[in-house]
């Protein structure tokens, strides 16, 4: 496998950074005078904050939508607290079959950013919003809850539905979970849609040739078991072909299924180790009508390393292989035998932990392929402010590096909020 080094060249970056803040601090003040009425006038709290009449803290740290301990167990019992007495959030209809929501949980996330330089172009860009969510969940009985956000709007489209599922809580009173609908099939590991940061883990994104696998969005069924040793099982069944619309009221492309299989276990209080295997077929075509069937293998360990509730170290490592797959739809040449490394770093800081009103963020990514477009680097500096609980202001600069440009730099600023 070849190797790969960004190099960077930083006298360069830091003068362009530099003259860019120059020429664009108007554009930066304006931003944050916005910024700031919306905190101001914005004083409610999302869905699950406002029906338990808890703050935000309670279950994301340093700030939304990350989850600390607390919130993710939150997550995992369907979305209810154990101590609070379920039937008081139901309309009484005089039939204890029937689970009518008192009041509709509904909770919305609304982002924007100013950026520069995002694809090296060297340009400035209003990206207000840059993502609008509608989210609702909650608990439809003892042992049934549900979850979904629609996604008004994704860089000025209409994305659809994302995360959609209803989940079986405590299945026969035991640490037993199921989740059936669509969801991230790297959930168990490192959630996308929960990291500080805009830029994302590429490790889980990476297309190679035209295969459909990733470890993103997929229609399936999870389980989930925890033991009170402290150790975590999970095992995932998915179409294998991410979220396309359906072809004659059919989601999956062929015949085939992916399979995952995940353990973790706690190491006292500060440190969880994990590993994951994933195993899948794909049948994959072109516009040639050549016909070829890909197997993939993705495995790899994780680990969370945290101190206090002020520093967080998130480790991943994944090693996949393609056995063949075109170079893209279009072409007619196949690749055979193609391995791709994938690793990412995070590091977390809030100074006061749960009450921490800033927080700053590392993040490194890498994927390394034989499939020569696939192959990306970057370091991530990323700040974030807190405003209110659920408005944050945030700043984040990227040094990138990928087959298609030069080294470059991206900058972005802006607000993220939720309510």
Excluded at 49 to 55: E, G, Q, V
Excluded at 134 to 155: Q, V
Excluded at 301 to 327: A, G, H, I, W
Aim: glycine share 8%; hydrophobic share 35%; charged share 25%.
């Amino acid at each position: 496998m070849k190797s790969t080094g960004i190099r960077l060249k930083l006298p360069y970056y830091l003068k362009n950074f530099y003259t860019m803040l120059k020429k664009r601090i108007v554009i930066t003040i304006i931003l944050f005078i916005g910024a700031s009425f919306i905190a101001e006038q914005c004083y409610s709290i999302p869905a699950f904050a406002r029906k338990y009449r808890l703050s935000c803290k309670t279950c994301h740290s340093p700030s939304t939508p990350k989850l600390k301990d607390y919130g993710d167990t939150f997550a995992g019992d369907g979305f209810r607290l154990e101590d609070e007495e379920a039937p008081r959030y139901y309309v009484p209809t005089g039939d204890d079959k029937l689970s009518l929501i008192r009041d509709f949980p509904i909770a919305v996330r609304l982002d924007g950013f100013v950026s520069y330089n995002v694809n090296n172009k060297g340009r400035s860009d209003f990206e207000s919003p840059y993502l609008m969510k509608l989210l609702s969940g909650g608990e439809l009985s003892e042992h049934l809850s549900y979850y979904f956000y629609f996604y008004m709007d994704e860089r000025g489209e209409v994305a659809g539905v994302e995360d959609a599922f209803l989940m079986v809580n405590n299945l026969f009173n035991q640490e037993l979970d199921i989740y059936l609908g669509q969801f991230q099939v790297s959930d168990p590991l490192f959630k996308r849609e929960l990291r500080l940061s805009l830029e994302d883990y590429k490790l889980y994104t990476s297309q190679i040739g035209n295969s459909d696998i990733n470890l993103t969005y997929d229609k399936g069924m999870l389980v989930e078991v925890g033991l009170n040793t402290g150790t975590t099982i999970i095992m995932e069944v998915v179409n294998g072909n991410g979220l396309p619309e359906a072809r004659e009221h059919v989601w999956d492309k062929d015949k085939y299924k992916s399979y995952m299989g995940r353990i973790s276990q706690d190491v006292g209080d500060f440190l969880r180790i994990g590993g994951f295997g994933y195993m899948g077929k794909e049948k994959l075509d072109n516009n040639a009508g050549d016909e070829i069937t890909n197997e993939v293998f993705i495995f790899g360990p994780d680990m969370t390393l945290s101190y206090s509730d002020k520093l967080e170290l998130n480790l991943q490592y994944t090693l996949r292989n393609d056995s063949e797959v075109f170079l893209s739809d279009a072409n007619s040449m196949s690749l055979e035998n193609l391995d791709t490394e994938g690793m990412l770093a995070e590091l977390i800081y809030s100074p006061k932990g749960n009450d921490s009103d800033w927080y700053l963020m590392g993040l490194y990514n890498r994927v390394e392929s034989d499939f020569d477009p696939a192959d990306y680097q970057s370091f991530t500096f990323h700040a974030g402010y807190l405003v209110r609980r659920n408005i944050r202001f945030a700043a984040e600069y990227s040094l990138v590096e990928n087959f298609r440009e030069d080294n470059f730099g991206k900058f972005s600023v802006g607000f993220v909020s939720a309510f």
